[in-house]
């Protein structure tokens, strides 16, 4: 089911997760079967910008701003849980909380200051994130509507703690907001390539949250995802690597880093949605080889090509070749035929075994007003297609 | 009792495919163990959920256990239906499998009862426990 789907429920989700948790096992079943749909039809009502009251969202219709709540699950699985921090208040001293508000804005940051995206629907929807979720959860994910983060090894002695919480990483967090993003953008469906594609927008973006606040180059940055996220019980770096996907760990009990980062490699598997978490190696790949050609802040270019395609030249369903094809094509749009961006987009796909679609010619465009890009507010691509109309 | 589980996706995307059998465990483990399972009320959970395509990043469990005397039951989970009852158990095979008593396997056994495996003791013969 995608959550594009049309379709009306009238059950509340919290409703569902209540009936799950205390119900009768037909109960149970009727409100599992819902969930999902009720999760969808949340996206929709969320996305519609006149289906959220202005004021509960804390914005008007003309200033969207950033706004973050941040919960806390206190070590069960209601969400969203228990409000404990809201937008403009100081921090509580509570390590993941204060780095599920410090992401969350660092990541809306990114998007509004160098794509003048406004939060994840582009419209400023409130981040909502909620922190100490379960006992021992290992993990942290989007739920279509919101973030959500575990703490880790914190249950099990520290000689045997593997994880620690995973707010730890920023890059983490811009990964989970960025599925957001991609959700109400592109709307990659979470299966095979283009499930890869939805991993890798994550990662690739997620990693240049972390960039742009540390203020890197290309070159000097890790390019991993989660450094700070294994404990010293690991032998391991990170989660994952762009740099050099297959190599982040190599570790006794968590086994070796699987990511390719070639299509020779590419691993053909029904788990995991056919390997959304592996296969992502090889598009991560592609665009750290671009970011690395075009050089400077990986944002700038290379981020400004993949956010442009991210927005509008993808289908749910598109594959590797469709997202090579449009970023090639996204390059000459915005930087010219046979530019150097274009012929770095180039390298880096073929550099993972796909060769990108020749593009149709475009002439490069006019220099755009020196004082809005000194601002850092550039117009977007789409920003000047809708003036134009 | 022997215990099957499959935990794929997640953040990482690193799969685990392990059983674990009561009969190798210390004792004290192999009692915390079936106190979970009875806590879980795991006999009688239903088999499957639809795991929402919708969340990123969530973990996906498959469990089979075999009592060894009248249950043997199999159950599907996304991280997003798990109810609280159920957490403990998921979480103490977690640990398990990242332990020594974790036994590599090939794929979980399909339960009893075929593609639904919510069957009635009473009503479905006993199968004997799986070899291993
Ligand atoms: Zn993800």
């Known amino acids: ?389 | 009792m022997e215990i099957y589980f499959k935990r794929t996706g997640g953040f990482m995307g690193r799969s685990i495919m392990r059983m674990v059998d009561t009969a190798v465990l210390p004792h004290e483990k192999a009692t915390a163990l079936r106190t979970l399972v009875t806590q879980a009320d795991f006999f009688e959970l239903p088999s499957e959920t639809a795991v929402s395509s919708s969340i990123a990043d969530q973990f996906e469990y498959t469990v089979l256990i075999d009592d060894g005397k009248t249950h043997r039951h199999r159950i599907k989970r996304g991280d997003s239906t798990i109810p609280s009852t159920l957490w403990p158990l998921m979480r103490e095979l977690t640990t398990l499998t990242h332990s020594e008593y974790g036994r590599a396997i090939d794929d979980i056994p399909i339960g009893d009862g075929g593609g639904d495996d919510n069957f009635s003791p009473a009503a479905v013969p006993h199968r004997p426990p799986l070899q291993p």
């Open chain 1, 1 to 389: 089911m995608s959550h594009r789907d049309p379709f009306f429920c009238i059950v509340p989700s919290y409703m569902l997760e209540n009936i799950m948790e205390n119900g009768t096992s037909e109960q149970r079943q009727y409100a599992m079967n819902n969930l999902a749909h009720s999760v969808a039809v949340r996206e929709r009502r969320a996305a519609r910008p006149t289906a959220v009251p202005a004021t509960a969202v804390g914005r008007t219709a003309s200033m969207p701003s950033k706004n973050r709540i941040i919960y806390s699950a206190a070590e069960q699985n209601i969400l969203p849980g228990q409000q404990v921090r809201s937008e403009g208040e100081p921090p509580t001293g509570d390590l993941s909380v204060d780095e599920a508000y410090a992401g969350a804005g660092a990541t809306y940051d990114l998007f509004e200051q160098v794509y003048d995206h406004i939060s994840v629907d582009g419209h400023g929807l409130r981040l909502d994130s909620t922190v100490h979720y379960r006992v021992g959860y290992d993990n942290a994910f989007w739920n279509g509507r919101q973030m959500v983060y575990g703490d880790g090894d914190e249950d099990l002695p520290e000689g045997q703690r593997l994880f620690n919480r995973f707010t730890v990483a920023l890059d983490i967090i811009g990964h989970e907001l960025v599925h957001g993003v991609t959700q109400f953008s592109a709307g990659l469906v979470y299966e095979g390539q283009a499930g890869a594609l939805n991993e890798a927008f994550s990662d690739i973006f997620g990693s240049l949250v972390k960039q742009w606040k540390l203020g890197q180059t290309a070159v000097e940055a890790d390019w991993l995802i989660g450094a700070e996220l294994l404990t010293k019980n690991v032998n391991g770096e990170a989660l994952r690597s762009l740099k050099a996907p297959g190599t982040a760990y190599d570790d006794r009990v968590l086994g070796k880093d699987p990511q390719p980062a070639h299509m020779d490699q590419y691993i053909v598997t029904t788990d995991d949605h056919g390997g959304v978490h592996v296969n992502s190696g090889i598009p991560n790949h592609a665009f750290y080889v671009a970011a690395i050609k075009m050089g400077g802040s990986a944002w700038e270019k290379a981020g400004r090509i993949w956010y442009t395609v991210l927005q509008s030249k993808l289908g749910t369903r598109a594959t590797f070749q469709d997202a090579a094809d449009a970023t090639h094509q996204a390059a000459a749009d915005l930087y010219g035929t046979n530019s150097l961006e274009q012929e770095a987009v180039y390298n880096g796909w073929t550099a993972v075994g796909i060769t990108p679609a020749p593009t149709i010619p475009v002439t490069p465009p006019p220099p755009l007003p020196s004082e809005n890009t000194a601002m850092g507010c550039r117009p977007t691509l789409k920003s000047l297609l809708f003036l134009l109309r």
